[in-house]
């Protein structure tokens, strides 16, 4: 899934160098598909919302402390799956709305259509990668590399793959046994 997503997104870009779209008369189509694709994205966060709202608080995990440029902002401790998921939830939405409007003052104040062109296509694939959306909207079991406690990628991640946040690491399931 990663590799469709590179692979799109390196591809508009490259196409985009090649037609202006602006020239061409497509502003007023990037900018529909832009909201389209950013309501579909508030719509799919909201359907999880609900059926966070309805689930069993179920057991308790440990949640680690979280820290942002060295500064502990969320101390470390125990809560229910309902309330891990709400806090989730949360940060995520709140991610998608910061976004979804940097972007578009950015787009609008200095017309340019390439960083709606890019949101458009990676932020349904950075919404169908996150571990919530796989648990709660795709039905997949949160075991393995989708166990709790969750902890939202670093936009930057790719970079620094050894730095990435806690939680469950691909193969950690395989060491195990």
């Given at each position: ?28 189509y ?17 359907v ?17 402390e ?112």
């Amino acid at each position: 899934a990663k590799v469709v997503r590179n692979l799109s997104i390196i591809t508009v870009v490259y196409a985009s160098h090649y037609f202006d779209l602006k020239g061409m008369g497509y502003t007023s189509y990037v900018h529909n598909a832009y909201f389209f694709s950013q309501a579909v994205c508030v719509l799919a966060l909201l359907v999880i919302h609900r059926k966070i709202g309805g689930m069993e608080p179920g057991p308790v995990l440990s949640v680690p402390e979280t820290k942002h440029m060295g500064q502990v902002v969320q101390e470390a401790g125990k809560v229910s799956q309902q309330e891990h998921d709400q806090a989730f939830w949360r940060k995520q939405f709140s991610r998608l709305m910061m976004g979804m409007v940097t972007m578009a003052v950015v787009a609008f104040k200095f017309e340019v259509l390439l960083p709606l062109i890019v949101q458009i296509f990676m932020v349904p694939f950075q919404l169908v990668d996150s571990p919530m959306t796989k648990v709660h909207l795709l039905g997949s079991a949160p075991e393995e590399e989708l166990a709790r406690p969750w902890a939202l990628p670093h936009p930057l991640e790719f970079l620094f793959p050894e730095r990435a946040g806690p939680g469950p690491k691909k193969g950690a399931a395989k060491k195990k046994k």
